[in-house]
């Protein structure tokens, strides 16, 4: 990424890259020592990053069942939750093929944070408090919105109102304590603080440009229901784990409120990210680090199902064995692209059902979603793009305004625009590719082979400089009288020609010299 003075910085905060370390210099040992080439890439580096993963699978589960053995589940329930865990969700999946994703590293931190939560209001010694805050700095550093695990920590063991001012007294009481949690959490970011120094001058800097949270607008239904990502139609083991949240008894009634409040704020958060489904990824891969609280209720389920009558056994663990063999069997349809890994949807998702080997008509019939108009708070659904042979037709044109001025591609090294010039004779700059859609809008290509593109994210600014035809590479032609036309951009609005600069864009609401062109054949 590069800031607004074009400096170089790493998009994503170090924390994975923290988790990774041990391994790495490990990794970097072995290729110094044994002739492989060091340059981070090579069969040490690759192999030591799984291991990386399975070490901090078994670390998680480690701390998990600690924390299972805490509330008194039985040897039985803590082996057959983590059985449902591993092969029943998608944290199989980002424990395997898709290991070096930050989510299994994340679901170690949060099962170790919980755990020393846990042992901190036994007894809040110097030691659990530096884990405690060790863990949630290094958690937040991985992935910053998973710095809502707080709330599991604060609210840990409320139920009542009248628990809430025992809190405040035990806090005022253990300060101290608290202080070293911060201060600890505090430490862990001080190298992300000095390389941003580094990289931007300034020691705390947005990175993620222009990728944001539209928090007046979370997708919380699409994200859990919808047969693009949704959490439950994906990961449908979790819905065990959900309705468990109504089944803790005993110490764990006292953990509702923070399992219920941190559930339904990490949803919110989660789904009003720009990219809610997360891009490229089996299921809802953002969900799975909260796996190591999600097994406390999923646990109470099966206490539930385990004191109850035979017939509510078998159809829970008939259930519960089907959701494994689905699970397994998606995520070899996931890593053998037989499902597709951005641009599911219903009429999809049931073409591929059982289906083992990859089709082109699989691909064919997903959709996409504009990341370009997500990043808008937009997330229209629309077709891919047509290959070339699908266009209705494809004519070479000159466009000319309505003061003579042909439009011109300039491509300069560092730039491609269209803008309006007033040459005599139209020559390669001012030649283009119209093709017709068969919805009967067109898509319009330069001598580049670049799609002409109406920039909505800065006011509709006109360029030649994408390679896919997509929403905003897609235009409207209003015919008017005389044979001219106006040209109308996706975001509803006539692309116009600035009389001073000669720049076409498109944020014109009527029609008038400025929106007027002529096509011209040759």
Known sequence: MYTPEWKSVIKMTTGLAILYSPFFFIAHSIALLFDYNADGYSQPYTTMLLISTIFYLALGLYFLKKTLN????????????????????????????????????????ISIFFYYTIKWYQSPTIKNSLIVGFTTGLTTLTRPSDGIIIILFILYGISNFADIKTRIILFR???????????????????????????????????????????????????????????????????????GMFLMTNELKKLRSAIWLFTFVNFY????????????????????????????????????INTNKKILKIGFYSTAIFFIWLNIFQTYQFENKVMH?????????????????????????????????????????????????SFVSEDTVFIRSLSGGFL????????????????????????????????????????????VSANLAKNGEISASEREMRLWETFTLIDLPNEFFAIKAANGKYISTDKNSLQLSAKSDVISDSETFEIIKP
Request: charged share 15%; glycine share 6%.
């Open 70 to 109: 805490h509330y008194l589940f039985s040897d039985t329930i803590i082996a057959i939750t983590i059985l449902l865990l591993g092969l029943g969700t998608n944290l199989l999946c980002y424990a395997s093929q898709s290991a070096p994703m930050p989510h299994v590293y994340l679901f170690c931190l």
């Open 341 to 389: 890994y951005d641009g599911l949807n219903r009429k999809l998702y049931f073409k591929i059902f059982g289906k083992t080997k990859w089709k082109p008509e699989y691909d064919e019939a997903a959709t996409s979603i504009d990341a370009r108009e997500a990043k808008l708070g937009r997330n229209g659904i629309y077709e891919p793009a047509f290959p070339s042979a």
């Open 173 to 243: 009481k253990k300060f101290f304590f608290l202080l070293l949690i911060i201060v600890s959490a505090f430490l862990v970011f001080v190298p992300q603080f000095v390389y941003w120094k580094i990289a931007t001058g300034h020691f705390f800097y947005y990175s993620y440009n222009d990728e944001r949270f539209f928090f007046n607008q979370p997708r919380i239904i699409e994200g859990l229901f919808s047969f693009r990502k949704g959490w439950f139609v994906y990961t449908p083991m979790m819905l065990f784990a959900f309705a």
């Open 408 to 451: 011109t591609l300039d491509s300069t090294e560092k730039k491609f625009g269209l803008f309006s010039t007033n040459v005599e004779l139209p020559g390669e700059n001012e030649t283009f590719i119209l093709k017709k859609l068969h919805n009967g809008q067109y898509a319009i290509t330069g001598t580049n082979k670049l799609y």
């Open 269 to 304: 958060i989660i789904f009003s990210w720009w990219c809610w489904w997360y891009g490229g990824s089996f299921g809802l891969r953002s969900m799975i680090d909260s796996y190591a609280i999600m097994a406390l209720p999923l646990a109470s389920t099966l206490s539930y």
